[in-house]
């Protein structure tokens, strides 16, 4: 299913409706020579963090899925991006042949309703007579998203439906970029009467080579009139078979995403509502979606991944429905949630059992529209929604688009989504973001947040530390902050439409930005219970810290951990005292360091060098309640400190948790 299910972590799933100053020298906020301060931290007391505070939000933006996540090849593979009206573009794909050769069209006789222009190719050519066709053939090719990523001894399946006035003899080859090597192919030999009505092939192809530049090429050197459609081909070994590319799903894994937001972002409304996701086109066999332009990111979509999790909605970046005409849109959401959660005798639910889950998914959160509060018609819009939704589903949490963070919201809702794109210093500051929020009331879902412009690049070490400052803020207020989640999460290197983005991938390479990293020192957190900690300083304006206790499930065991930023260019001396342990309760064997840092502010992880600016793993030798560290200019640190046993007061409750290693 193209469904995200980071299986270990039990990710929840929100759905979306619409309606060079920059070296060490010169960033930090003053010169600090000599700092020192205190960290004091009381063990013995805590409070629970939600369970779900950092997860993941997926947006198509960037190819992050089509031509991403989502291991499909080709792009364009019913030959619809170039319209309905035919003739029509075909583009990426190309023709390998002549006018003396073939003569390759598009017309509206595909067998699938839903999407009808089908390829025609007229050969002209034959393999004997007075117009001999090429060697190889002639035919066309799909370059996929900026070539195709083939491996060596990988499996490739290639999926496509035909139909010939003549019997058909055709070649489907991986090659390289310019059609001269080939890496894998399979003969497909079919009588007129085998494909005189439109018939489904498959062949899987080994590849002999790798080559991250290649091609897939249907050719053939016999005359006749063939009609290509649904032209698929995708790598054996996805995740658990799911369709994802394994190594991008697995940096999503890693981070142990406690939820995940999606479809957008932007792309879910459209830059006009008519380009907007329909989420019931994107569902069933992919055989019959249509695709669609987004017309924000700018980009066609051939919505292999889409099944139910494209929504649509009342309000796009452009145009409005008004409020007493809202009420279809509604019902359409109320079938997408059906269509989620929904028995698999429902209506909707059927159309997902159909697609082989007949078990509900685990959608509990429901935001109306994205950025979309200062419009004329979100609240009545929203309202409408609201109403609807908590009466069939009560228990869905609904996000309001309106931030709550400083005045109370002025309609119901669960919970207010807050975005922030900014600038290094002002994210940093940021920590202190949600200190004076009122603790009653809906609570805030931080569902997109990073440093972006000159401070971030394409993903420097100073945008990961800024951020890795904010998010130790939202870590301390997460008894009013339930949820958040960085953006974007991918980028296709070849298509940026947006940075800096946390994972940079093209057909073969990938790696994390320090962003991204810098994510992975709060992926303990979601659950874990964050102890009082105070710091003292003689400058708190570039060094903040915190303290939780947590548990590793895979060893039992327990630890302690307390996270430093420093923004600042001066190490600082810090004396850490834990109180609320007895003597010996912290173990030297097993207590680690992890260190985020650089030589230079604006480093960037690259294709050159992903692992630049990558934490580093280290043991701490004076691992004890009470120890002096030093925490290095420009820095992310983590001290994990292994615990004996565990044994505190949670706030607010008369009761001590206790456990033992
Ligand atoms: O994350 C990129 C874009 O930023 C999202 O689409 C939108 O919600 C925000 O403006």
Excluded at 3 to 16: I, R
Excluded at 176 to 205: C, F, K, Y
Excluded at 521 to 542: D, H, K, P, W, Y
Aim: hydrophobic share 40%; proline share 4%.
């Amino acid at each position: 299913m193209a469904f995200f299910k980071v299986p270990s972590c039990g990710v929840l799933l929100l759905l979306f409706f619409i309606a060079t100053c920059f070296l060490f020298q010169c960033f930090a906020a003053e010169v600090e020579v000599n700092q020192t301060a205190r960290l004091l931290v009381d063990a013995s007391q805590g409070r629970l963090i939600p369970e779900t505070l950092f997860g993941i939000f997926f947006e198509e933006i960037n190819h992050a899925g089509a031509g991403g996540l989502w291991a499909e090849l080709v792009s364009n593979r019913g030959f619809e991006a170039g319209g309905q009206n035919i003739p029509s573009n075909i583009d990426p794909w190309a023709i390998i042949g002549n006018d003396s050769s073939l003569i390759v069209s598009t017309d509206r006789s595909s067998c699938f309703e839903r999407n009808k222009v089908a390829l025609r190719m007229e050969v002209l050519c034959d393999s004997q007579g007075t117009n001999i066709c090429p060697v190889g053939g002639v035919g066309v090719y799909n370059p996929g998203y900026w070539g195709m990523g083939i491996k060596q001894g990988k499996t490739y399946k290639v999926v496509f439906y035909i139909r010939s006035l003549g019997s058909v003899n055709i070649l489907v080859s991986l090659t390289s970029s310019n059609g001269l090597q080939t890496l894998a192919t399979s003969n497909i030999i079919a009588s007129a009467s085998d494909v005189s009505n439109w018939t489904r092939v498959e062949t899987l192809l080994e590849a002999k080579e790798t080559n991250p530049n290649a091609r897939l090429q249907l050719t053939t050197s016999r005359k006749g009139v063939i009609w290509f459609d649904q032209v698929s081909a995708m790598p054996l070994d996805t995740y658990k078979g799911h369709g994802f590319r394994n190594v991008l799903f697995q940096m999503l894994a890693d981070l142990k995403p406690r939820f995940l937001r999606f479809p957008g972002g932007c792309f879910v409304e459209g830059e006009w509502l008519r380009n907007a996701f329909r989420w019931k086109a994107s569902v069933g066999p992919w055989e019959n979606r249509a695709g669609h332009f987004g017309d924000v990111w700018m980009y066609w979509t051939d919505d292999g991944l889409g099944y139910f999790e494209f929504l649509q909605v009342g309000i796009s970046h452009t145009d409005e429905v008004d409020t007493s005409a809202v009420l279809p849109f509604v019902q359409e959401a109320l079938d997408g949630i059906e269509f989620a959660r929904g028995d698999a005798n429902s209506t909707w639910g059927s159309v997902r059992a159909a697609m082989g889950h007949p078990d509900p998914f685990d959608l509990r959160y429901v935001a109306v529209g994205n950025e979309d509060c200062p419009k004329k018609n979100y609240r009545g819009n929203y309202l409408k929604f609201y109403d609807a939704i908590k009466r069939a589903y009560p228990d869905i949490g609904i996000i309001s688009n309106c931030d709550g963070s400083s005045s109370p919201l002025d309609h119901k809702a669960d919970f207010y989504d807050f975005h922030i794109y900014t600038s290094a210093n002002d994210m940093f500051s940021k920590t202190h973001k949600f200190d004076h929020t009122s603790r009653t009331g809906p609570k805030a879902f931080v569902s997109e947040y990073a440093v972006t412009g000159n401070d971030a690049g394409t993903g420097s070490l100073l945008a990961a530390l800024a951020e890795g400052g904010f998010l130790i803020g939202l870590e301390k207020n997460s008894d009013v902050v339930a949820m958040a989640s960085y953006a974007p999460l991918f980028v296709n290197a070849n298509d940026r439409r947006w940075k800096p983005d946390a994972i940079v991938f093209n057909s073969a390479q990938l790696y994390g930005t320090p962003s991204y990293w810098v994510q992975q020192f709060f992926r303990e957190s979601s659950g874990a219970t964050l102890l009082n900690a105070t710091l003292l300083t003689n400058s708190s304006s570039s060094i903040v810290a915190s303290a939780i206790s947590w548990e590793d499930s895979e060893n039992a065991k327990s630890y302690l951990r307390i996270k430093v930023v420093n923004l600042g260019s001066s190490s600082v001396n810090l004396k850490v005292s834990v109180d609320g342990l007895g003597p010996n309760s912290i173990k030297l064997s097993g207590s680690t360091k992890t260190q985020l840092t650089s030589t230079n502010l604006k480093d960037e992880n690259s294709f050159m060098e992903p692992n630049k600016v990558v934490p580093s793993l280290t043991l701490l030798e004076n691992a004890a309640k009470d120890m002096d560290v030093v925490i290095s200019p420009y820095s992310f640190t983590s001290f994990d400190l292994l615990r004996e046993s565990v044994s505190m007061k949670m706030e607010g409750t008369d009761s001590f948790s206790r456990s033992s290693i």
